[in-house]
């Protein structure tokens, strides 16, 4: 992207003064109101006598610019910059604008109630690349607001903060250019020490930049990258003439705006024949910034995207493969029944200390071997294998559907992949469109995080979410909302379909989560350490037993206008929770004993 440089600037200011022939001045120019776009740009709407145009001012640190733009779309709120000049600005007029030295880039833009009062504000634009800014200063010089602040610690040269005293950037010591330097003076200080033209041209002088050393070059018919002690006289003169023609048009403000291979120039310099759909200065650097941002924001997003698509297709993938496993085991099920029925009818064969036992199959004859506990009897074993027949086949019965779920789910973003690898390259605004609606549907369908919604998780984060957090006995997770907002989080956002709900029935008290990876099963004395845990955590924990419903998550329900913690289940089931039991869990694990107040226990009724 080609930034805005000293000669661009002066440009712009010459057109908006109205020194070009034909042009209409700025100034005077009442504010009428002021938006800030995105972090880095704002734009004044102005009325003058003839019209209402609209001025742009950014320091985005690869397109600090100003020019006049078109008005952008009303927006409901403002940044905290545009309120400040909101406040400070509005009603009065732009009656001067300047540089705040003919060889920097910082332009003095001066607020006065009317055109021949002194000014009451300055707002300084300094363009300088990644140390842009735009500062707003009253009569006195302190600063009021700043678009970005730099603090004592990031600059102990010149630091930017409201309240401080406004301090111009460091001056360049770099020699300033002169219609009048002769020629030899000025080769002399170019070839004094060897190195490439163009380098040399932009460290011998100021107000040159890197595309305008290298534009003149190729204008006199010299690469640019060629050393300055192999240039011939006639190339130096070629040099000089284009040199010459440069400070003329900054003396006479003489520009001519055209789009080039490269970028722009304003100089009318190769390519000036232009584009015939930029016929002004303002709308060349309307067009050529806007299309620059969007083909930056383009190539981001769609970077962003990707990787998040394929982060998430990677995670699906293995979660895929995890299901088949799982699968996989579940389809020994009628081995564990078998290995289970042949026990039970030949125990009479059983010895103690026994680690194996082979049994002839009831319909092949052939013989199975079935490994075993010594510690347990063939009885036990044999029911150990009926438990393991039942976990597996639940476990079929449970992975299926979430197999098909995910399965689904892939096809799906492996088609929202192959859409985002159709949008190659930025094109027109329309492939930033399409970029967004991508992302607009993935927000939609839940797999990304929309703007909102991240900053509202961003202010409840602030509360510190922690749950009590037990573990089960077969190594699960139970979480216990510690109050009412807590308990909404839990229930809400924190949940997933295979997970269990508790909560004491008809009793106020906490919601608890049993937290199962997809696809596991819990067992019996999971389900009643979570049931015991719900119990403990409600107004009946002093009681022998309490009632506990349990369901899954996508059952529980909160009503409209209901306040936090108060929801509503069905598909319900019951067991019975003893809080003694979950009182010895609470000590083991270290977890606090709450003695609340029953003004202040939690208020959810289940």
């Known amino acids: 992207m080609q930034p805005v ?10 057109d908006l003064k109205g020194a070009e022939a034909g042009g209409d001045p700025l100034l005077p120019a009442r504010v009428e109101w002021i938006q800030q776009t995105d972090l880095w740009t704002v734009v004044i709407g102005l009325r003058t006598l003839k019209a209402r145009p609209c001025l742009l001012l950014s320091w985005h640190p690869q397109a600090a610019r100003v020019h006049l733009c078109q008005a952008p779309p009303k927006e409901a709120e403002d ?34 109630p009317r055109p021949a009062d002194p000014p009451q504000r300055h707002l300084y634009l300094e363009v300088m690349g990644k140390y842009s800014n735009a500062i707003l200063v009253d009569e006195g010089g302190m600063i009021l607001a700043c678009g970005h602040g730099v603090s004592e610690r990031q600059s102990r040269v010149r630091p930017v903060q409201p309240g401080l005293l406004y301090e111009a950037p460091p001056a360049l010591s770099d020699p300033i250019p002169h219609q009048a330097e002769p020629f030899s003076q000025w080769q002399e200080r170019l070839a004094l020490i060897p190195g490439p033209i163009a380098q040399r041209l932009l460290r011998c002088y100021r107000g040159l930049s890197r595309h305008l050393a290298e534009a003149m070059c190729l204008q006199a018919g010299i690469p640019p990258q ?32 055209a789009l080039t291979p490269q970028g722009y120039t304003v100089l009318g310099w190769r390519g000036s024949g232009g584009d015939p759909s930029t016929p002004n200065l303002h709308q ?7 299309a620059q941002l969007n083909r930056e924001r383009f190539e981001r997003e769609r970077q962003r995207l990707g990787q998040k698509l394929a982060a998430l297709l990677k995670k699906l993938r293995q979660r895929q493969e995890h299901f088949e496993r799982m699968l996989a085991d579940s389809a020994q099920a009628e081995a564990s029944k078998q290995a289970a029925d042949l026990l039970m009818a030949h125990l009479h064969l059983w ?8 049994l002839p199959d009831f319909f092949s004859g052939q013989m199975v071997k079935i490994p075993l506990d010594p510690e347990k009897n063939a009885v036990l074993n044999a029911q150990a294998y009926y438990r393991k027949h039942r976990k597996q086949k639940r476990a079929q019965e449970a992975v299926q559907p979430l197999l098909e779920a995910v399965a689904q789910e892939i096809r799906y973003l492996e088609q929202v992949e192959a859409t985002l690898q159709h949008l190659g390259t930025y094109r027109d605004p329309q492939d930033l469109a399409a970029l967004r609606e991508v992302e607009t549907e993935l927000i939609q ?72 990876p997809p696809g ?33 998550p996508k059952c529980v329900f909160k009503p409209k206008g209901s306040p936090p913690g108060m929801v509503v289940y069905q598909q319900e089931q019951v067991l019975w929770g003893r809080p003694s039991r979950a009182q010895l869990l609470v000590e083991k694990e270290g977890a606090p004993k709450p003695e609340v107040p029953a003004e202040l226990q939690p208020s959810t009724w289940g």
């Open 226 to 257: 060629t050393p300055s002690n192999q240039l011939s006289p006639q190339e130096w003169q070629a040099l000089f003439f284009w040199w010459q023609d440069w400070l003329a048009r900054l003396e006479t403000a003489q520009f001519k705006p």
């Open 445 to 516: 369908q839940g797999y990304l995080e929309s703007p909102s919604r991240a900053e509202g998780s961003r202010r409840a984060s602030s509360a510190s979410f922690n749950p009590y957090r037990f573990t089960s006995p077969s190594g699960f997770s139970i979480w216990v909302g510690r109050n009412n907002w807590q308990n909404d989080r839990l229930t809400f956002r924190v949940a997933q379909d295979q997970d269990w709900w508790f909560h004491a029935q008809e009793i106020p008290g906490s919601h608890v989560l049993l937290r199962l």
């Open 284 to 290: 060349l650097l309307e067009a050529y910034y806007q």
């Open 520 to 552: 596991a099963v819990a067992e019996s004395e999971d389900l009643q350490a979570a049931a015991d845990l719900a119990a403990y955590f409600s107004r009946g924990r002093f009681s022998d037993q309490v009632p506990v419903v349990y369901t899954r």
């Open 351 to 358: 010895r103690p200390g026994l680690s194996l036992m082979e």
């Open 5 to 14: 440089d000293l000669t661009t600037l002066r440009a712009v200011l010459a």
């Open 79 to 112: 940044l905290p910059f545009s309120q400040h000049l909101q406040r400070h600005l509005r009603g009065l007029a732009l009656t001067e604008l300047a540089l705040l030295d003919e060889w920097e880039r910082v332009i003095d833009f001066r607020f006065a």
